[in-house]
């Protein structure tokens, strides 16, 4: 039953939305995903599923729902995961994240929420791990 199983809550695993200086089109950028393991540990088998949705002009509205894969992240690491259109920053950014802790049988996951319009200049941090101006989800 859903009530045995336990679900741990997952700590030093971040996503971040920063923006990459295009080197053939020179000022502008492109937005990309990553994937940030904070832990002195490496994640294994890592799942990650994303996907937009939201409403424009009283119609619902959604991404395709994309799929991605990485055997192992490396700990104190930065994974970049997909590149994203600024336009889909209108909509609710969702990513599920479901991995095993390195040495572990267990099954970790976590979602992360971009709310719409929260990726924005005004928004931009210095993510030092990444060496860009992102928005850190944590």
Avoid at 25 to 36: A, K
Avoid at 55 to 84: P, W, Y
Avoid at 109 to 120: C, I, L, Q, T, Y
């Amino acid at each position: 039953m859903k009530r045995d199983i336990e679900f741990p809550a997952v700590e030093g695993v971040t996503m971040a939305i920063a923006k990459k200086p295009n080197e053939e089109d020179l000022g502008s950028f492109d937005w990309y995903v990553y994937l940030i393991n904070n832990n002195t540990y490496q994640l294994r088998n890592v799942l990650i599923t994303s996907k937009g949705f939201g409403v424009e002009q009283n119609e619902g509205i959604k991404t395709a729902t994309l799929r991605q894969h990485f055997d192992t992240i490396l700990a104190e690491s930065a994974t970049m995961i997909e590149l994203i259109q600024p336009e889909t920053f209108a909509l609710v950014n969702e990513f599920w994240i479901s991995f095993y802790l390195d040495g572990s049988d267990k099954i970790w996951d976590r979602k992360f929420v971009f709310m719409p319009e929260s990726v924005a200049e005004a928004n931009l941090i210095h993510i030092e791990l990444l060496k860009m101006e992102g928005i850190l989800h944590s």
